[in-house]
């Protein structure tokens, strides 16, 4: 059969479109055992139990030992969400990981934990968006899995900080806040009305320098030098209640954008799992949602801020208590360095 101009056309016989988005299947976390209280920070640097509590909600959190990279804590995560979702590693099809503090400076953790896994040759993807990379890598795998990609695809926050901050005067206000952990999910397709209903992510270079951490630089020739060590630049530094205020009105900016996209009130809610920067922020943030904080969850209690990993972990957690039900709404957000930040929506 020919067009009107002349061409032939093939035609294609009627499919039906199938609309796919995300079913998190299985959720793992994991937090190195070694305990690192308040009191023990307070004998290395001028700080003490009551200011870190007082100011962040802070005890302990988690550090690992020599030798542990964040892959290492990402592959324990990884293999307890695998389990939960009755996967083995060879039905993953493809990895993405959420990291600001990689084992090394190349590859990426994504390539480590696929070699650890043993989940071959599936390609891994990293990414590097500090706290809500998380929720970065959640949106990045609910599209590969909306479009048809894949089937299988596991998402991984993880970090250790431990080995990267100052632990003198000068370093306290991030020192304090900061912990080691992973977490990570499983995602599988589903045409239900479960799982994953929304993401929205913003990110603002204009703030880069408010919260990062400027070395080693690809600007300095040779990258690192003993000068940049001396000062301090290879540790992060922020201004702190630049980045609070910052936090908090876009985290629930976030939030009230997700809630007015899906026509939901924040009192529908069952759970928020915002990211453990500090548990003033959190509750700032509940605040102005207008929701109680019996359900806004936190665990910065006990693991301090593991950037990447704090909302799978939290997830995690809630998940295997069961707080966490069937059919329950859950709201995340979170806020890091760029500035990025981000929100997600699931019906469990
Ligand atoms: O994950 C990314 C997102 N991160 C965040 O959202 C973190 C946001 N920021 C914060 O959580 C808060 O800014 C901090 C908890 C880090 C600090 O609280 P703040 O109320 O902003 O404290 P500040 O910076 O105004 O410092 C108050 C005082 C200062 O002393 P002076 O200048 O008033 O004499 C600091 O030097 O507290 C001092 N200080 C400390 N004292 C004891 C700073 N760090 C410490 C410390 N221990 N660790």
Aim: with cysteine.
């Amino acid at each position: 059969m020919y067009s009107p101009i002349g061409r032939a056309i093939t035609r294609i016989a009627p499919t039906i479109v199938r609309h796919y988005h995300s079913l998190i299947t299985g959720t793992g976390s994991y937090l190195p055992p070694n305990i690192v209280a308040n009191s023990d920070l307070a004998k290395k640097f001028n700080t003490s139990d009551e200011w870190i509590r007082k100011k962040t909600g802070i005890q302990a959190r988690r550090y690992v030992d020599e030798g542990v990279g964040s892959s290492d804590l990402a592959v324990e995560a990884s293999r307890k969400a695998l389990h939960a979702a009755g996967k083995k590693a060879g039905d993953v099809d493809c990895i993405l990981a959420a990291t600001s503090t990689p084992d090394f400076n190349s590859p990426g953790i994504g390539v480590l934990i696929q070699q650890k896994l043993a989940c071959h040759r599936v390609p891994a993807y990293d990414i590097h968006n500090t706290s809500p990379g998380f929720l970065f890598a959640l949106e990045l795998g609910d599209s590969l899995i909306r479009c048809g990609k894949y089937q299988c695809v596991l998402v991984v926050g993880a970090e250790v900080h431990s080995t990267g901050l100052d632990f003198t005067d000068r370093g306290r206000l991030m020192t304090v806040i900061f912990g080691d952990g992973a977490g990570a999910v499983v995602l599988e397709p589903t045409e239900g009305n479960h799982g994953l209903l929304s993401t929205r992510l913003h990110s603002d270079g204009f703030f880069y320098d408010k919260l990062w951490c400027e070395g080693p630089s690809s600007l300095k020739h040779p990258r690192l030098t003993s000068r940049m060590i001396d000062e301090g630049k290879i540790f992060p530094t922020m201004e702190g209640s630049l980045v609070f205020e910052n936090a908090v009105n876009l985290m629930s900016l976030v939030c009230e954008e997700i809630l007015v996209e899906k026509n939901i009130s924040a009192q529908e809610l069952q759970h928020v799992l915002p990211h453990q920067a500090n548990l003033r922020v959190i509750e700032a943030v509940a605040e102005r949602l207008n929701v109680p904080m019996t359900k806004v969850h936190h665990n910065i209690e006990h693991y301090g801020n593991t950037s990447s990993a704090s909302i799978p972990i939290l997830l995690d957690e809630k998940v295997r208590s069961k707080v966490i039900q069937e059919g329950d709404l859950i709201l995340m957000t979170s806020f890091g360095s760029g500035f990025s930040w981000g929100g997600g929506l699931i019906r469990w």
